[in-house]
């Protein structure tokens, strides 16, 4: 199982970016997906996860209502849109995918993308 993330920058506080996670090697329409972020000198935060099946979705508080985890099954491909950005959402992020069934840790997932970096600024 190979992820690829892309789709970060730079942005100005308020502004909008969308991460793309293409997947490859397994059938991810049947993963569930997440997203998560370091910062310089922090560890590893969950961002967002989403279930394959009910495509229930789970934030962390700090970003619920900004940002939005979505997949598609088709182009094997998940998203994360993210909107209203603040300084404090600078980092690296990450998407990682599972056959099972997901959580908020990094032990949840068994497979990692690269990350793409964020940054956003004042």
């Known amino acids: 199982v190979q992820l690829q993330a892309s789709g970060g920058g730079l942005v100005q506080a308020g502004g909008s970016l969308r991460l793309s996670c293409a997947a490859s090697?397994?059938?991810?329409?049947?993963?569930?997906m997440g997203w998560f972020r370091q910062a310089p000198g922090k560890e590893h935060e969950f961002v967002a996860a989403i279930r394959w099946n009910s495509g229930s979705t789970n934030y962390a508080d700090s970003v619920k209502g900004r940002f939005t985890i979505s997949k598609d099954n088709a182009k094997n491909t998940g998203y994360l849109q993210m909107n209203t950005l603040r300084p404090e959402d600078t980092a690296v992020y990450y998407c990682?995918?599972?056959?099972?069934?997901?959580?908020?840790?990094?032990?949840?997932?068994?497979?990692w993308g690269q990350g793409t970096q964020v940054t956003v600024s004042s």
């Open positions: 090697g397994c059938t991810f329409s049947t993963y569930d």
């Open positions: 990682a995918a599972t056959p099972g069934a997901y959580g908020s840790r990094r032990v949840d997932f068994d497979y």
